[in-house]
């Protein structure tokens, strides 16, 4: 037997699936004229009513910590915005319902945020635009109703008078205005198109996230919630800030553990399709479609080549060391605070007979320029007392570099890869992929490395394994530093062939690697 009408609004009022079902027209499945809601929606649409109680200062809200904001990961298409777009609808509906009191609409507020002003304006018009014209919200929520302030940027309900509005829409790197707000929702805070062309920077991702946490948030009301909806990107992006503040984190796959589609009644989410988009581009399967910053096989530099490894040390003794140089190479940062990076600093040794490095120990830690520089002339002077160190000579390494030479250390300054004068930071990092690919880099077993406490080892191929979107480059650099520098010896020495043809990246396995 149908719902009546009064019956409808009842549920419509219970349930925020019901309500989008009915409002909304839908291309997905629908029973009895309903939308019929997915599992990976039920998981969103779930979180959202808890949001709402708390918002709606219901049972236990005073006592939500940290935990009441929310972070939500979903493959593009999913309707994650969809859903959020539905949400403030059923929100400022039932804060209309009593709540709030006969003052209710002095009361609710809400900001959206997107990564650009239009885009964030989109949403604005379409919660507006259900407001005025939709005849279910209007029969679920009668109490709502426009006012003669009906802006795209901002708007109010009839009965907001004060000087928060109703809705506020604005761009991440916009001015954000002392409104308050009961909810902030964030919603793709980094532009795809952004990062497709090279043009977002770990500094831009940090002030994205500076913007958030210093503005953004600080304009929650008590019991006031916020909800990010987004693509990941990078190791460090919004999402990974929200999870290490305490928010609740909603990650939807495209892929179960078994390879199964979470929506294969979909064509664009078919397994097969999925599938085959994983095959086809990895990286951007893992980022969009599960969530991850990098693909399990790595970006730049595979898995597959951090595999190679040794047991004991390559020397056999004291006269066959003498076959091998020590080497060292630093990424420097001389500060230590929130937002700065590391300094790293790899220690290799460097086989004279066939050139294999084996890579003997990492440093890695934030530290003022003094700490710095007694970091390197401990290793240079005491702990392993290499032939060759390896200083990016840029800010804090060309001060230390400097500072160590007049106590007479030898240090060597290597130009910022890409500066006029020397390699495109790509062209040495395809040195360093070709190295890798051909063996001849020897991570310490994990057997050698539990025997000697050596935990930097799986931290570092996860750093490589995520260059260039991890959180930080400072690994990396050093390591591809490391490589190229090593590769410039060789060349010094008489042993590279220049006239030997190398292996290109994109051509035939079957040419000789020469490195």
């Given at each position: 037997?149908?719902?009546?009408?009064?019956?409808?609004v009842?549920?419509?009022r219970?349930?925020?699936?019901?309500?989008?079902?009915?409002?909304h027209?839908?291309?997905?499945?629908?029973?009895?004229?309903q939308?019929v809601p997915?599992?990976?929606?039920?998981?969103?649409i779930?979180?959202?009513?808890?949001?709402?109680?708390?918002?709606l200062?219901?049972g236990?809200?005073?006592?939500a910590?940290?935990?009441r904001?929310?972070?939500?990961?979903?493959?593009?298409g999913?309707?994650?915005?969809?859903?959020?777009?539905?949400f403030?609808e059923w929100?400022?509906?039932?804060?209309?319902?009593?709540?709030?009191g006969?003052?209710?609409?002095d009361?609710?507020?809400?900001?959206?945020?997107s990564?650009?002003?239009?885009?964030?304006?989109?949403?604005?018009?379409?919660v507006?635009d259900?407001?005025?014209h939709?005849?279910v919200?209007?029969?679920?929520f009668?109490?709502?109703?426009?006012?003669?302030?009906?802006?795209?940027?901002?708007?109010r309900?009839?009965g907001c008078?004060?000087?928060?509005?109703?809705?506020?829409a604005?761009?991440?790197?916009?001015s954000?205005?002392?409104?308050?707000w009961?909810?902030?929702?964030?919603?793709?805070?980094?532009?795809?198109?952004?990062?497709k062309?090279?043009?977002?920077t770990p500094?831009d991702?940090?002030?994205?996230?500076?913007?958030v946490?210093?503005v953004g948030?600080r304009?929650?009301?008590e019991?006031?919630?916020?909800?990010?909806t987004?693509?990941r990107?990078f190791?460090r992006?919004?999402?990974?800030w929200?999870?290490?503040?305490?928010?609740?984190?909603?990650v939807i796959?495209?892929?179960?553990?078994?390879?199964?589609?979470?929506?294969?009644e979909r064509?664009i989410?078919?397994?097969?399709?999925?599938?085959?988009?994983r095959?086809?581009n990895p990286?951007?399967f893992?980022?969009?479609?599960?969530?991850?910053?990098?693909p399990?096989?790595g970006i730049?530099f595979?898995r597959?080549w951090?595999?190679y490894?040794?047991d004991?040390l390559p020397?056999?003794?004291?006269?066959?060391?003498m076959n091998?140089?020590i080497?060292?190479?630093w990424d420097?940062?001389?500060t230590?605070?929130?937002?700065?990076?590391?300094?790293?600093?790899?220690?290799?040794?460097?086989?004279?007979r066939?050139?294999?490095?084996y890579?003997?120990?990492?440093f890695?830690?934030?530290?003022e320029?003094p700490?710095?520089?007694e970091a390197?002339r401990?290793?240079?002077?005491?702990k392993?007392?290499?032939?060759?160190?390896?200083i990016e000579e840029?800010?804090?390494?060309q001060?230390a570099?400097?500072?160590?030479?007049?106590?007479?250390i030898?240090?060597?300054?290597v130009?910022?890869y890409?500066?006029r004068?020397s390699?495109k930071?790509?062209t040495?990092?395809?040195?360093a992929?070709?190295t890798l690919?051909?063996?001849r880099?020897?991570?310490?077993?994990p057997?050698?490395a539990?025997?000697?406490?050596?935990?930097?080892?799986?931290?570092?191929?996860?750093?490589l394994l995520?260059?260039?979107?991890?959180q930080h480059?400072?690994?990396?650099?050093?390591?591809?530093?490391?490589?190229?520098?090593?590769?410039?010896q060789?060349q010094e020495?008489?042993?590279?062939?220049?006239?030997?043809k190398?292996?290109?990246?994109?051509e035939?396995?079957g040419?000789?690697?020469?490195?």
């Amino acid at each position: 037997m149908p719902l009546s009408d009064a019956e409808k609004v009842s549920l419509a009022r219970q349930s925020l699936a019901f309500y989008i079902g009915w409002a909304h027209k839908t291309d997905m499945d629908v029973e009895d004229g309903q939308a019929v809601p997915q599992p990976h929606h039920e998981t969103i649409i779930n979180r959202m009513e808890e949001v709402a109680a708390i918002i709606l200062r219901t049972g236990d809200w005073r006592n939500a910590g940290q935990e009441r904001h929310t972070a939500i990961v979903a493959p593009p298409g999913s309707a994650k915005t969809t859903l959020l777009q539905g949400f403030y609808e059923w929100l400022l509906g039932l804060s209309s319902l009593g709540y709030y009191g006969d003052n209710w609409a002095d009361m609710i507020h809400m900001g959206h945020v997107s990564h650009s002003a239009d885009q964030a304006w989109r949403m604005s018009f379409a919660v507006r635009d259900t407001i005025e014209h939709n005849d279910v919200f209007r029969m679920c929520f009668p109490k709502v109703k426009p006012s003669l302030k009906w802006a795209e940027k901002e708007w109010r309900v009839a009965g907001c008078v004060g000087i928060h509005p109703t809705f506020a829409a604005l761009g991440v790197e916009g001015s954000m205005p002392g409104f308050r707000w009961n909810f902030l929702g964030l919603d793709d805070l980094i532009k795809p198109e952004a990062v497709k062309e090279s043009n977002l920077t770990p500094t831009d991702v940090e002030a994205i996230i500076y913007t958030v946490q210093e503005v953004g948030m600080r304009r929650l009301v008590e019991g006031g919630c916020a909800m990010l909806t987004n693509t990941r990107w990078f190791e460090r992006d919004p999402t990974s800030w929200a999870i290490d503040q305490g928010w609740t984190p909603i990650v939807i796959k495209a892929l179960d553990e078994n390879d199964e589609s979470f929506w294969p009644e979909r064509e664009i989410f078919s397994t097969e399709t999925l599938l085959e988009e994983r095959k086809r581009n990895p990286e951007g399967f893992a980022l969009q479609f599960m969530g991850e910053p990098a693909p399990a096989e790595g970006i730049e530099f595979k898995r597959e080549w951090l595999s190679y490894e040794y047991d004991q040390l390559p020397w056999q003794d004291s006269e066959d060391r003498m076959n091998y140089a020590i080497v060292s190479s630093w990424d420097t940062a001389g500060t230590r605070n929130q937002r700065s990076d590391y300094t790293a600093g790899w220690t290799a040794a460097v086989d004279l007979r066939t050139w294999d490095i084996y890579l003997l120990d990492l440093f890695h830690e934030k530290l003022e320029f003094p700490e710095l520089c007694e970091a390197i002339r401990d290793s240079t002077l005491y702990k392993f007392q290499p032939q060759f160190v390896w200083i990016e000579e840029k800010a804090t390494g060309q001060s230390a570099i400097q500072s160590l030479q007049r106590e007479g250390i030898h240090v060597t300054g290597v130009d910022a890869y890409g500066q006029r004068g020397s390699p495109k930071l790509q062209t040495v990092t395809n040195q360093a992929k070709i190295t890798l690919a051909s063996g001849r880099v020897h991570f310490p077993s994990p057997e050698f490395a539990m025997v000697y406490k050596l935990d930097w080892v799986e931290m570092s191929k996860l750093a490589l394994l995520m260059y260039p979107r991890g959180q930080h480059d400072d690994i990396p650099r050093a390591f591809i530093q490391l490589i190229f520098e090593t590769f410039r010896q060789q060349q010094e020495f008489g042993i590279y062939d220049p006239q030997q043809k190398q292996i290109g990246w994109g051509e035939s396995e079957g040419e000789r690697v020469l490195v």
